[in-house]
């Protein structure tokens, strides 16, 4: 299971960079020529501009030689009619539009890549907590395993001189027997011993 989620979550992360990627490109190939308004309504004055798109602040428009432009204006143009009589003296052509709508996979990606971020800080912090995907809701169960008295391969006599661990478990039964003389030294009581050798 935790693999299949791995390999979802790394192709949906494809599918969102790819569907980024073209998002970015395809708003970077729609501004055409970018020019400065004054430069525009000079441009205007001078009669070199035959069409005219006005979309909210934007203005789209055609020179006379077929030249396409953009330009933004610093106010609505609803709130300079002097823009209006400009074009109208000059002959220019007014068009206007609404602003385009953004694509629904655009506004599907801004609702969806919230969620999905959500569920897998939850994933994640669950893993952390439990110790693994798989054992999420398993919160009271034993990870020992019954190992038989057939799959033991080594027996006493195999460590039966080992010297260090006889030692170190003469250490501990000694502390066990005579606290006291630890105590002293600032040792406490071991939780476990670990026995190797």
Known sequence: MNKFLRNVGFYLLIILVAISLIDYFSTKNTTKNEIEYSNFLQQVDEGQVSRVVIIQNN???????????????????NNDPGLYQRLTNKNVEIAAENPPEPPWWSTMFSTIVPIVLLIGVWYFIMQQTQGGGGRVMSFGKSRARMSGADKIKVNFKDVAGADEAKQELEE???FLMHPKKYNDLGARIPKGVLLFG
Do not use: H, K
Not at 59 to 77: K, S
């Open 59 to 77: 203005i789209r428009g055609t020179l006379q030689d077929g030249t396409e432009f953009t330009t933004v204006t610093p106010d609505a143009p």
């Open 172 to 174: 501990v039964v000694e």
